[in-house]
């Protein structure tokens, strides 16, 4: 076996792969380290137990989506309702690729580990929190350059990100975007000046 030179993060990303598509119960250590070539030894130096691994996982995740919300918040051009509906087709396009497939872990994950683990529950909570806090900041700089009426950011944010949770859910379980498509109607319709 080659050595990576972060092996940790590979086991992560492997993870990331089969986690999202399976579910957290249903992949088990071997088929993690199995498709990442990585033996037990390394798994365990990097992870005390497969809680943890999921722990750090969600906290990675959490880490790479808010690092691609901060590109929107962060942006020069364009209004910040135009920046808030490009999140939302961001969303719409990386959910509606199949309806089936959860890429978004906060989706697949949700239900699935927060009676499992506190851990896992917390981390999530926390970084949905987090998510609510970066699209909030969008509203706010829609509202200060006049793209978006006034809204209280907070709860439109929170309101939003419940909604198009929500949505993703039911396209999962009617494999069709209809849920979708609905969410971005219905977010268009409130975002208008």
């Given at each position: 076996?080659n050595?990576?030179?972060?092996?940790?993060?590979?086991?992560l990303?492997?993870?990331?792969?089969?986690?999202?598509?399976?579910?957290?119960?249903?992949?088990?250590l071997?088929e993690?380290?199995?498709?990442?070539g990585?033996?037990?030894?390394?798994f365990?130096?990097?992870?005390?137990?497969?809680?943890?691994y999921g722990?750090?996982?969600?906290?990675?995740?959490?880490s790479?989506?808010?690092?691609?919300?901060?590109?929107?918040?962060?942006a020069?051009?364009?209004?910040?309702?135009?920046?808030?509906?490009?999140?939302?087709?961001?969303?719409?396009?990386s959910?509606?690729d199949t309806?089936?497939?959860?890429?978004?872990?906060?989706?697949?994950?949700?239900?699935?580990?927060?009676?499992?683990?506190?851990?896992?529950?917390?981390?999530?909570?926390?970084?949905?929190?987090?998510?609510?806090?970066?699209?909030?900041?969008?509203i706010?700089?829609?509202?200060?350059?006049?793209?978006?009426?006034?809204?209280?950011?907070?709860?439109?944010?929170q309101?939003?990100?419940?909604?198009w949770?929500g949505?993703?859910?039911?396209?999962?379980?009617?494999?069709?975007?209809?849920?979708?498509?609905?969410?971005?109607?219905?977010?268009?319709?409130?975002?208008?000046?």
């Amino acid at each position: 076996m080659n050595a990576r030179p972060d092996t940790r993060q590979h086991i992560l990303d492997t993870g990331n792969r089969l986690i999202a598509g399976k579910g957290f119960s249903s992949v088990g250590l071997n088929e993690i380290l199995g498709s990442a070539g990585v033996p037990k030894g390394s798994f365990y130096h990097y992870f005390e137990s497969k809680e943890q691994y999921g722990q750090a996982l969600l906290e990675d995740y959490f880490s790479r989506y808010l690092a691609s919300i901060a590109t929107l918040v962060e942006a020069k051009g364009g209004s910040g309702r135009e920046r808030l509906m490009q999140y939302w087709q961001q969303w719409l396009d990386s959910q509606c690729d199949t309806c089936a497939e959860s890429k978004c872990l906060v989706v697949k994950l949700s239900a699935e580990v927060s009676d499992l683990s506190d851990a896992m529950r917390l981390t999530l909570r926390d970084g949905t929190e987090r998510v609510i806090g970066m699209i909030a900041a969008l509203i706010e700089r829609g509202v200060a350059d006049g793209s978006l009426p006034t809204l209280d950011p907070h709860a439109t944010a929170q309101m939003l990100y419940q909604l198009w949770l929500g949505a993703s859910l039911l396209g999962k379980l009617h494999r069709n975007a209809d849920a979708l498509n609905n969410a971005m109607k219905y977010t268009r319709h409130l975002l208008s000046p």
